[in-house]
């Protein structure tokens, strides 16, 4: 990777981290399908650091765009992570499932680009 990557990062900026702040992040915008009730979740998805570094649901395992890992996050490789890939394009490849979030909207640059950083510099816990 680095290919057209210009290396624009705020100097000093703290490593973005799961623990209070992409936790909060992906439940408040994916928590209104994806939500814990009584510890049951709907949309089968559990808001944990281990449940996103683990790996895909079988029928998702086909994606093209994962790597050899086949995770749902994947620390330092956005573009073979389920969750940004379902993000970051309208229209998936049909193994990886459905765009997220699937009400037919985008979420913002900003929020895809915090996805992004989160991964690219190692999806701290």
């Not at 100097?11 to 909060?24: C, D, L, Q, R, V």
């Not at 009730?37 to 949309?43: D, L, M, P, Q």
């Not at 895909?56 to 994606?63: S, T, Y």
């Not at 490789?77 to 940004?84: G, R």
């Amino acid at each position: 990777g680095g290919a057209g990557s210009s290396g624009a990062t705020d100097a000093g900026t703290a490593p973005i981290k799961y623990a209070g702040y992409m936790e909060n992040f992906f439940i408040l915008n994916c928590g209104g399908c994806h939500v814990a009730v009584n510890g049951k979740t709907t949309g089968n998805f559990a808001f944990s650091y281990e449940n996103f570094l683990a790996p895909v649901n079988p029928e998702h395992a086909g994606c093209p765009n994962l790597d050899a890992s086949k995770r749902r996050v994947v620390p330092g490789k956005p573009e073979n992570s389920l969750v940004y890939i379902k993000a970051s394009l309208p229209t998936p490849p049909s193994a990886c499932g459905g765009h997220m979030p699937n009400s037919n909207s985008m979420l913002s640059d900003s929020s895809l680009k915090l996805i992004y950083d989160w991964i690219k510099q190692g999806a701290n816990p």
